[in-house]
């Protein structure tokens, strides 16, 4: 059951942590689709702006032309009446009679288009004025009964008059797009002026990036263009400019975004990034916490794994114990000093075994708490070598092992704890004897190396995986022996070695192979 609940809870977190980047990476895609539309949107209207803005200014350039060499010429214009339009309202209820005339007339200033593109020399200048009358006459029989060439005076007259400005306004197109039409692009529009053109509404609607323009005439390149612009219909943005009276034209003007993405991802930047190191932040949490419910479900299995190996430690010598005292209680056995002898040496003995049991499981746990006493004196490591073979011996002589020493080093004396240190090497041989399926063959070297002296214990048997040699010092942890049963202990040897060595500022390590034994390694700082 408390292995369902760890994978579903797993799955659930992995199931919410893909869920969140997916969102990011949704609104990442989404926030840059929005910016490419707002982008092509706000370049549409100012590429509009500026065909607009081309238009006008030719314009009022031709209309501000006009206008001087009108006033230079120094006579009256020619009049001509082109429309008279005549409204006449009976109200016979109230005998009042509305008459309304409209006359359209046309000023020839005699200026040709000669004078601007000697193609046009049949265009003529004009301007437009109207003179409008409104007459009211209160008696209806006063002008039904009039005879002819008889002047009747109205009752009211209202006179107005003026130009018409929106027929200028149009005639002046009319006649400029005619004649800028056969003009050549580069008399309409240069290049510098487009780009101040173009530069100043992009800048307007807060597009502040490179950008390269160009303008073709039916498909094919003209000299309007900027440096480094290459055309491409995909990429480009284009709008038609110098439209004709037909509203057709030869002319495109085409603007290209070489720099468009980095553009638009810099508007994403502060967001984006935001957004990256919450998702960090998540991704480090979610990883803590997926690496601590590992560390709580391994140390839950060690711990099941410890009780079960101690309890097994245990287990043994209490047996042996029981069964040593029932033999001695027998009335045969009792009387059998050699036997009785040889029973209460077996309870010592298994005895000491739980004691030494119960007394590394306390190491550890004072040296988890630093409340283990380890005050250092000059020592010979040689000595402390032999007495931790002396403690081993009788365990050796039983597997009928054999320990031979190598003792290269010449300088010897180091600042250690004689008894745990003594302990360290009790631990490394024991576990040479143990991980020995034949008699153990044990080798002791020393040397020296700069200021330091290296022990090195090296054994016959059974050696260990690359995945254990990293783990072996780790507490509680034991590599499966495979067929090999006799192996017993609980993982908490190599653990306490570490901790003595480093409390003495060394180092250990183990060189191993699979089949071939294994060396450990101890690296002690000298006297100098």
């Not at 109230?94 to 359209?104: A, G, P």
């Not at 020393?446 to 016959?460: F, G, Y």
Request: charged fraction near 25%; hydrophobic fraction near 40%; glycine fraction near 4%.
């Amino acid at each position: 059951m408390n292995k369902l609940f760890f994978r579903i809870l797993v799955l659930l977190m992995s199931l919410s942590l893909i869920g969140i980047i997916l969102v990011q990476v949704y609104w990442f895609n989404s926030s840059f689709k929005n910016n490419d539309e707002q982008f092509k949107y706000h370049v549409t209207q100012v590429i509009g702006n500026v065909a607009d803005k081309l238009e006008k200014q030719e314009l009022y350039a031709y209309a501000d032309k006009a206008n001087k060499l009108k006033d230079s010429i120094g006579k009256t214009p020619k009049k001509e009446d082109l429309l008279e339009v005549l409204f006449i309202q009976k109200n016979k209820k109230t005998n009042k009679t509305i008459v309304y005339s409209n006359t359209l007339t046309s000023e020839d200033y005699d200026i040709t288009g000669e004078l601007f593109n000697k193609k046009f020399s049949s265009e003529r200048f004009k301007s437009f004025s109207s003179k409008r009358v409104t007459e009211v006459y209160n008696n209806n029989n006063g002008i039904d009964n009039n005879p002819l060439g008889q002047s009747i005076i109205p009752d009211l007259k209202i006179e107005k008059s003026g130009s018409l400005d929106i027929l200028n306004k149009m005639q002046q197109e009319i006649t400029l797009k005619d004649i800028a039409g056969a003009l050549p692009l580069d008399e309409r529009i240069s290049a510098p002026k487009l780009n101040s053109l173009l530069k100043k509404e992009l800048e307007e609607y807060g597009v502040k990036t490179k950008f390269e323009f160009g303008v073709l005439n039916s498909g094919l390149a003209t000299k309007i263009k900027s440096e480094g612009f290459h055309y491409d219909k995909d990429a480009s943005y284009q709008v038609p400019i110098f439209t004709d009276n037909e509203g057709n034209s030869n002319y495109e003007l085409y603007v290209t975004f070489p720099h468009k993405k980095k553009f638009l991802l810099s508007e994403l930047l502060s967001i984006t990034i935001l957004s990256i190191i919450f998702t960090l932040i998540i991704i480090v949490a979610y990883t803590s916490a997926l690496n601590q419910l590992l560390r709580q479900k391994h140390i839950s299995e060690i711990k099941t794994d410890f009780i079960n190996n101690m309890t097994h430690e245990f287990k043994t010598p209490i047996a042996t114990i029981n069964l040593a005292l029932d033999a001695i209680r027998n009335p045969k056995i009792i009387e059998d000093k050699e036997k009785v002898y040889r029973y209460l040496q077996m309870i010592r003995d298994e005895n000491k075994r739980m004691h030494a049991q119960v007394e590394n499981v306390l190491r550890i746990s004072k040296l988890e708490k630093r409340e283990l006493d380890i005050t250092k004196e000059p020592t010979v490591i040689h000595d402390i070598i032999d007495d931790a073979i002396e403690h081993v011996n009788l365990i050796l002589e039983d597997r009928q092992g054999t320990v031979v020493k190598h003792f290269n080093a010449a300088r010897t004396t180091s600042l250690i704890n004689e008894v745990h240190f003594t302990n360290v090497l009790v631990n490394i041989l024991e576990n040479a004897i143990k991980y020995s399926p034949d008699a153990p063959k044990i080798e002791i070297f020393t040397e020296n190396v700069k200021d330091m002296i290296l022990i090195k214990v090296k054994d016959h048997g059974l050696g260990m995986s690359k995945v254990a040699q990293k783990r072996v010092f780790e507490k509680f942890y034991r590599e499966h022996t495979g067929d090999l049963h006799n192996v017993k202990g609980h993982g908490l040897g190599l653990a306490y070695v570490k901790r003595i060595v480093e409390d003495h500022n060394g180092q250990v390590y183990v060189e191993s192979e699979k089949g071939k034994g294994s060396t450990f390694i101890i690296k002690i700082p000298l006297i100098n």
